[in-house]
Each structure stands twice: as C-alpha cells, then as structure tokens.
C-alpha cells in the first residue's frame, strides 16, 4: 500500500458540527429518498471491495453504487482508505468487543458456546462480504510493513480484551485459574475463528456453524483437565 494510502488510516474524524454543516452533494435520486449518507456509503464499499477487491475498488465505483456523488463519499471519508478502516471497526471488530463484554459479564449458567456458535452464523450468513474484507485485509498487511504493524496493533486490542474475559469467565465459573497464559489462550481462540472463516469462505456450506462453539468448548474442556499449576 502506497505511503499515502497509509497515512489515511490514522486520520481523525470529523467533528458532529463539522457533519451537520455539511452540503448536500448527493445526487437527486439519493436526497430525494432520504438516505443516510454515510451508512449508505459503507454499505456500497463493502459491496464493491467483496465484488472488486480493495486494490482495484475505486471511490467513483463507490459513490454511484451508493447513488450518491463523489463529492459527498469525500464529505465523510478521505477516501477508500478510511472507509476500509470504518468498515472493519463498525462490521467485524464491534460485534466482536460485544461479544467479548457479553462473555465477561454472562452468568455461569449462560452457555457461551451457543452465543459464538451464533454470532459465528451471522457473519458468515448476512455478514459474509465483511469477513471477507477482513481477510483482504490480513493479506495485504502480510506484504505491507506499516499495514502490518496497525493490522497487529488492532489484534493485539482485541487479544488483550478477549483474555480479560476468558479470566474473568473462569472466575465467574468457579474454575481454576487457566493453566496457560490467557493472552495465548486468547490467540488460540482467535486462530480458530480465523480459520474456520477462511474454510468457509473458499468452500461454502463445508463449515457448520455449530463447529466453533464445540470447538471453544473443546479448549475449554482441554484447560480444565490440564489444571493449574501443569505445563502444557
């Protein structure tokens, strides 16, 4: 990725009065329906990422996807570069801190394995087109030395989230304390839906979704037996 192109990615946002100032540069289909711009513009690029790739996407191919014109894709985003970075906050990495929260607070009766099973299924069902963008993303921050420290820094948030929750799981179970350090189980955790998602993407319907809760459940089962105290 172009030195240009990543710089964008750490732009800040503008400001609500800044958004509420704005001109109305949308076309006269757009405006007359009422739609939300910006909503409606990452909608668009998620389309066009899946159907054309990130490199070959382009803002004016995004714009009219959305009906709106590139004056206003350009209003709310600094280009395709920003609204790749909204796109995987807003559509794979939220949902995931929800989950995260909902399994640190979850009572022990709440079978978390049925609540991944189930946010697995979502996003492989209606958001399939994000998942894939997140794995585009994997790819070119493979090969790109900048994208890569961002695309580990963003992991590493959420690893770090995720192994405050799978210890405070533990606690609120009653288990031991995890036997291996919960910044690795977090990894694991992570790889697992990581790849589960690839096998699915390149062989659709090879993956059931009820694969990846008996597949934590199976971590989990595995640390209990180790117990505290023993090496792996």
Do not use: C
Request: no cysteine; proline share 5%.
């Amino acid at each position: 990725m172009a030195q240009s192109e990543t710089r964008a990615l750490n732009r800040p946002g503008r400001s609500t009065e800044d958004l509420h100032a704005r001109l109305d540069q949308r076309t006269r289909a757009a405006r007359a329906q009422g739609r939300e711009a910006r909503d409606e513009l990452l909608t668009a690029a998620l389309r066009v990422f899946a159907r054309r790739g990130y490199r070959q996407a382009g803002v004016e191919e995004i714009a009219a996807e959305a009906g709106y014109s590139k004056g206003a894709l350009y209003w709310h985003f600094s280009g395709k570069e920003e609204l790749l970075v909204a796109l995987l906050e807003e559509r794979i990495d939220a949902p995931m801190r929800e989950m995260v929260a909902l399994l640190e607070a979850a009572s022990p009766d709440r079978d978390m394995s049925v609540e991944a099973t189930r946010e697995f299924a979502r996003q492989l069902g209606g958001q399939r087109d994000a998942v894939l963008l997140e794995r585009e993303y994997w790819s070119l921050a493979i090969r790109d030395p900048e994208l890569r420290d961002r695309y580990a820094a963003r992991q590493k948030e959420l690893r770090d989230a995720l192994a405050d929750a799978l210890v405070a799981r533990a606690r609120h179970l009653g288990t031991p304390d995890l036997p291996v350090p919960a910044g690795e189980v977090a990894r694991i955790v992570m790889s697992i839906v990581g790849g589960l998602a690839i096998d699915e993407l390149i062989e659709p319907g090879s993956v059931r979704p009820e694969l990846l809760g008996e597949a934590l459940a199976l971590v989990y089962a595995g640390l209990v037996a180790l117990g505290p105290g023993r090496a792996p």
